[in-house]
């Protein structure tokens, strides 16, 4: 495919395919997790819950199921970080090798798997509740454009009235110990 028109249509197609897709899969995680309440104990992230019920259903052979479809599941994006990292990375420091770069990248996350989900959730979280106002609001506006046009002021307003709820839900959704680290004690 050359043309811009074909290669829209068919990202678009593929995008609302990928959608419905991860959609279903989502729908069937959260019956599983709903199913599971009174059968298995509560944990603090649905990890042992996913190997509980792979167990459960599937006997020994579940645990190496599970894997497979996390592996599968989780490749996509993990490809997609990796090369986009190294892309960005790349054209920030062009004496840098791409190859050097994705290979700091996937052994960063090698590294950082090792430190268990819930030590990742626990920084990742506070990052994620701080970064997604921001996302967001920098999305809509984006996508307001043919409305609103390219004004800087609105985007620059936007932004620095979202931050302030942004950085706030982020020091909330650190973990419990570092809530009151150093604060003055109001």
Known sequence: ??????????????????????????????????NSL????????GG?????VARAYFGPVGSMLLAAIVILACLKTAIGLISAFGDALHELFPKVSYFALITLAAGASLLFANFGLDAI????????????????????????TPWL??????????????????LLDGLNALPAGLHHAGSPGF
């Open 1 to 34: 495919m050359t043309k811009p028109t074909a290669i829209a249509g068919n990202t678009i197609k593929a995008g609302a395919l990928a959608v419905v897709m991860m959609g279903v899969l989502y729908a069937l995680l959260a019956l599983l997790g709903r």
């Open 38 to 45: 009174g059968v298995f104990a509560r944990a603090s992230n």
């Open 48 to 52: 042992p819950i996913l190997a509980n």
């Open 121 to 144: 959730l626990a920084v990742a979280t506070p990052v994620m509740y701080f970064l997604y106002p921001l996302a967001i609001t920098l999305i809509l506006l984006s996508l307001l």
């Open 149 to 166: 046009g390219h004004a800087h002021g609105l985007f620059g307003t936007v932004t620095l009235f979202t931050l302030v709820p942004a």
